[in-house]
């Protein structure tokens, strides 16, 4: 029984990942994709990180930083 058991197994998983894939591309008429002709993406680079402007005062600052996050959702929490 256990090899009837191991043998269902195999052949479900070799049905699961090669048969069906192909049997839903034939079906579906799926054509693989065209290769992008742009390579203006080839060499991303990271956007440049802001300075550290933690003696600014948060009101002159454009982004906030985790400690003021922290704070700040906890002062929300408070009942008023």
Known sequence: MAYAMMGGIIVGTMLTLLF????????FRIKEPKSATDNTHEKPTAPKLQADLSADAPSQRSWISLKDSRVLRLASLRPG
Request: aromatic share 24%; hydrophobic share 75%.
């Open 20 to 27: 069906l894939p192909a049997l839903y591309v034939a079906w």
